[in-house]
């Protein structure tokens, strides 16, 4: 018996050493900013090119950016490990703040390099992608280039960005300001609280349905006292954007997004078609699941309940067993890079106070390392969790040989990997259950992922459609808002729910955010995609690893729509490629069912 116990803190210090304080640390963002003062010059010097002469020049100032990135990256991915291990290390916000405006200054000179190198005719342009050490930056050098010609000048887009900061992601801003102020009371244990919105949604899985039911009725009932400055928030946050589009010529709002993540309007059609037509059997595990509660039908309070606790607890070494274990089962490589992970300090798991919520994995491209946060607690799905991020480490790793700027994936493809590994070990977990009632606790949880890419994020998308097709006609009220709401969630639900939350526009921060938007379906494309993925491995063995890796490696130079085919010889344009991957949920929703009906 192997004894071997794994640090479940990360170690930072071999980054740069001394936490918040460290003198590395100073050391590089003064060098870091003084080399992106020097490129900003040699941006404004350049000139779009006349002739390959010089192709030269634009490679030169592509590996000067390429470095500018890594580093600046680096020091951000150090920042997120503070901020997240100790919410009160006031450093650590310091520092995130010299990182963020270190990285404006540099996306802003290296936009201009990238506008100027757009222009290019033609003729010359090809002839710059034949050049030896520009080739293989021919399919992000061509999307620069697509971008730009379907933008307005360098001085209205400049305007633009400048405007935006008050006049669109202030919105933004305020969203998160106004919702900061609101709180609710509920009654817990005979106790009333005063909570946080978001801290009365963690509420929502709470085993006493009477909680559940005080939750849902008050949070509606504070987005509702505030739906007019909700209403306000997000029409001007998409009034903005239509008129950016409306300004650059452009007819269709989901032009953005799609563009964002590398698919065609086919894809994405084809995959809610697949779903449209899948509905049944998650209606069916709905219907089952309001009834194992005692209710005659399935209601918006109770769709998180909890059905009975999976009681199987593991040490954190035992979790990294487990996790081990089931990963060889795919690839060996996989497994290595786990164990390598896990002994080398990349993981801070431990759970004590001060540590901010959630988990992430985050790179560092100078060290080609990364570092997985998350608050293991010896649950089943903590085990889940620490997997996904592995996953997504293990992604990271794969584009090892890979240039780093043929390294940046799109959100529809970041969660391949990440939902892959976790995969791998819901699926050993519900097979390796002791107990029949554990067996169906696990396979709820994954189900319940299913409900939400399918269902919940379905009515988020039909939402966010529509409400982009009222709002070029003018404001939308919050009443129309809520009815918008409402019958998204019917059509997404297909009837499985008796009631609704109208205000669910007001309450998704996904809706305000400002980076990207339709912050909704690549995550549903992300899991589904996955699952084919996975799909594929189990019917090949180990031997898929290679081509696995080879999948990942591609992942942040192609099309989606290319990826697939290339990769898993897949049209994915077409409903019958979805379908395969939604069946293996429709297998995990009947099961389910049968176990539990017994
Ligand atoms: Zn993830």
């Given at each position: 018996m192997s004894t071997a116990t794994y640090?479940?803190?990360?170690?930072?210090?071999?980054f740069f050493k001394g936490g918040s304080e460290s003198e590395e640390l100073k050391q590089h963002l003064h060098t870091y900013g003084e080399k992106i003062e020097v490129f900003a010059k040699k941006v404004e010097q350049f000139q779009t090119p006349a002739s390959s002469d010089s192709s030269y020049l634009v490679y030169q100032h592509i590996q000067e950016a390429k470095g500018i990135m890594m580093g600046v990256f680096q020091a951000g991915a150090f920042a997120s490990c503070l901020e997240a291990q100790d919410m009160n290390d006031?450093?650590?916000?310091?520092?995130?703040?010299?990182?963020?405006?270190?990285?404006?200054?540099?996306?802003?000179?290296?936009?201009?390099?990238q506008q100027k190198l757009s222009k290019t005719e033609d003729q010359v342009w090809d002839e710059l992608l034949k050049d030896d050490g520009l080739k293989e930056y021919t399919f992000i050098m061509t999307e620069w280039r697509e971008a730009a010609k379907d933008k307005l000048?360098?001085?209205?887009?400049?305007?633009?960005?400048?405007?935006?900061?008050?006049?669109?992601?202030?919105?933004?801003?305020?969203?998160?300001?106004?919702?900061?102020?609101?709180?609710?009371?509920i009654e817990v244990d005979g106790e009333v609280k005063t909570l946080s919105v978001g801290q009365a949604n963690n509420l929502r899985s709470h085993e006493d349905p009477k909680v559940r039911e005080d939750v849902h009725q008050k949070l509606e009932a504070a987005w509702s006292k505030n739906e007019n400055l909700f209403a306000q928030t997000l029409n001007?946050?998409?009034?903005?954007?239509?008129?950016?589009?409306?300004?650059?010529?452009?007819?269709?709002?989901?032009?953005?997004?799609?563009?964002?993540?590398?698919?065609?309007?086919?894809?994405?059609?084809?995959?809610?078609?697949?779903?449209s037509k899948s509905k049944d059997a998650f209606v069916k595990f709905?219907?089952?699941?309001?009834?194992?509660?005692?209710?005659?039908?399935?209601?918006?309070?109770?769709?998180?309940?909890?059905?009975?606790?999976?009681?199987k607890k593991l040490s954190y070494d035992e979790g990294a067993a487990f996790i081990l274990k089931h990963f060889k089962k795919f690839g060996p490589e996989m497994a290595a890079f786990a164990e390598k992970a896990f002994e080398d300090g990349w993981i801070e798991a431990e759970d004590r106070a001060g540590k901010r919520p959630g988990g992430f994995c985050t790179g560092f491209p100078l060290s080609e390392q990364s570092r997985i946060f998350m608050t293991y607690s010896g649950s089943m799905s903590n085990v889940a969790t620490l997997a996904h991020e592995l996953g997504h480490a293990f992604h990271t790793y794969a584009l090892r040989p890979m240039d780093p700027l043929n390294r940046r994936y799109a959100m529809n493809v970041a969660e391949t990997a990440s939902t892959f590994a976790e995969m791998i070990v819901s699926d050993a977990a519900v097979k390796e259950a002791d107990t029949k009632d554990e067996?169906?606790?696990?396979?709820?949880?994954?189900?319940?992922?299913?409900?939400?890419?399918?269902?919940?994020?379905?009515?988020?998308?039909?939402?966010?459609?529509?409400?982009?097709?009222?709002?070029?006609?003018?404001?939308?009220?919050?009443?129309?808002?809520?009815?918008?709401?409402?019958?998204?969630?019917?059509?997404?639900?297909?009837?499985?729910?008796?009631?609704?939350?109208?205000?669910?526009?007001?309450?998704?921060?996904?809706?305000?955010?400002?980076?990207?938007?339709?912050?909704?379906?690549?995550?549903?494309?992300?899991?589904?995609?996955?699952?084919?993925?996975?799909?594929?491995?189990?019917?090949?063995?180990?031997?898929?690893?290679?081509?696995?890796?080879?999948?990942?490696?591609?992942?942040?130079?192609?099309?989606?729509?290319?990826?697939?085919?290339?990769?898993?010889g897949e049209d994915i344009t077409t409903e019958a490629f979805w379908m395969k991957g939604i069946e293996l949920c429709i297998q995990d929703a009947e099961e389910f069912v049968r176990l539990t009906s017994e």
């Open positions: 640090p479940e803190t990360w170690d930072l210090d071999v006031t450093g650590a916000g310091v520092i995130r703040g010299k990182v963020t405006a270190m990285g404006a200054e540099f996306s802003s000179a290296f936009q201009a390099f000048s360098e001085a209205e887009e400049g305007l633009i960005s400048a405007l935006g900061v008050d006049g669109y992601h202030g919105w933004g801003q305020m969203y998160n300001a106004l919702v900061s102020e609101m709180s609710v009371e001007h946050l998409g009034g903005y954007r239509l008129a950016m589009y409306k300004k650059r010529g452009w007819d269709d709002f989901m032009k953005e997004p799609l563009e964002y993540n590398r698919m065609k309007p086919e894809t994405l059609d084809a995959m809610w078609g697949a779903i709905l219907d089952h699941k309001a009834k194992l509660l005692g209710l005659e039908k399935m209601s918006w309070a109770h769709i998180g309940a909890p059905l009975s606790e999976s009681v067996q169906a606790a696990l396979l709820e949880d994954k189900v319940s992922r299913s409900i939400a890419f399918f269902m919940n994020i379905h009515s988020r998308f039909i939402f966010e459609q529509r409400f982009y097709e009222e709002r070029k006609e003018g404001f939308v009220t919050a009443k129309r808002l809520n009815e918008l709401t409402t019958e998204a969630q019917n059509e997404a639900y297909a009837g499985a729910v008796t009631d609704n939350e109208p205000h669910f526009w007001a309450s998704k921060l996904h809706f305000h955010i400002t980076g990207v938007p339709f912050y909704n379906f690549p995550y549903t494309f992300g899991y589904l995609f996955s699952l084919s993925v996975y799909a594929r491995a189990l019917e090949e063995g180990q031997a898929y690893e290679e081509k696995y890796m080879a999948l990942l490696r591609d992942t942040a130079v192609m099309t989606t729509e290319d990826l697939a085919m290339k990769h898993l």
